[in-house]
Structures are given as C-alpha cells and as structure tokens.
C-alpha cells in the first residue's frame, strides 16, 4: 500500500528542502478505491455481522430510552414539587436499587439464560413507563408514584446491565 523510498529516491520524486523541483514530476499513486458499494470504516467493520448490528442498535436504542426516562422522571418530579430535595429523593429512588441488586443480577444473569433475562427487563421498563405515561396523561400522578416506579427502574436496571455481553460476565447464551 505505501511504498518506502531512500532519501535520494525522496529527492529525486518529491524535491529537496532548498526548493528545488526535479525536472521529472513526482508519482502520484492511484487514490484507494473500496472492493464494493460501499466499505465502512475499520472502526465499524464489526457492523458487518447482522446479529451485532442488532445487537449494537438495539443497545442503542435501549439506553437512549433509559437517558430520555431519567430526564423526563427529573423533569416531572421538578414540574410536580418545584424542588430540588425531591429530585434528589428521585434520583436515589432510582440508584440505590442498582447498588442492591447489581450483584443479584449478575448471580441471576450467570445462572439464567441472558437472552430471556435481557427481553424480559426490557418488558418490564416498557410496562413502567406506560404506567408513567397513564399516569401522567390522566393527570392522576403524585411524586410518591413516580418515586415507586424510579425504584422499580432502578431494579430493572440493575439486573438489566448484568446480562449484556460485555458486562464482565462469562458469556452470552
């Protein structure tokens, strides 16, 4: 792909310090051309394989909704009290679970089947914040609500990052 030049033959093609051009003009290589339509970059080459690629986009998708849960959690506690105790109440509503459970998680991520694990905590986040949202559309949502489901959230999490790949368990079932 590159090819390596003495320095007399790096004068001889591209010019020395002085400024002075050789009369002969420099080899240009052909510029890289990809093998099909398109190639990704190798950072990406592993979005080859169809079940990391969903794999990797459901990831994605899955902790896009769980960043968009905690603000809208923030942001309705806030619009309910005005107060920043009772955000911080939410906010450990929401962590202490994760503290707790992370290691029943991940005893039950080794012992379980991960995938079933993995769908079944994704169920069980989509139920809360369909409950949220009845909740909240309905006008019927009280901050004592909204902190029970933080902690289910926070419980849904804790065993839900354990049985990822990559999460430093042994491995993917």
């Known amino acids: 792909m590159f090819e390596c030049y003495s320095i007399e033959q790096a004068f001889t093609l591209f010019g020395s310090y002085d400024g002075h051009v050789p009369a002969r003009p420099a080899v240009v290589p052909a510029p890289l051309r990809p093998a099909g339509p398109f190639r990704l970059p190798t950072a990406f080459q592993s979005l080859r394989h169809r079940n990391y ?3 990797w986009i459901g990831t994605l998708i899955s902790n896009s909704g769980d960043w968009m849960d905690q603000i809208a959690l923030n942001w309705l506690v806030y619009q309910l009290s005005g107060s920043a105790v009772q955000l911080a109440f939410l906010n450990l509503a929401r962590l202490a679970p994760i503290f707790v459970f992370t290691l029943v ?69």
């Open 105 to 173: 998680g991940g005893v039950i991520a080794d012992r379980a089947e991960r995938r079933r694990l993995l769908f079944t905590t994704q169920a069980v986040a989509m139920v809360l914040a369909f409950i949220l949202a009845t909740l909240t559309i309905t006008g019927l949502v009280q901050i004592w609500m909204v902190l029970v489901i933080a902690v289910g959230r926070g419980i849904v999490l804790s065993f839900n990052q354990r049985c990822r790949p990559g999460s430093g368990c042994r491995s993917w079932r």
């Open 53 to 55: 690629r969903l794999l």
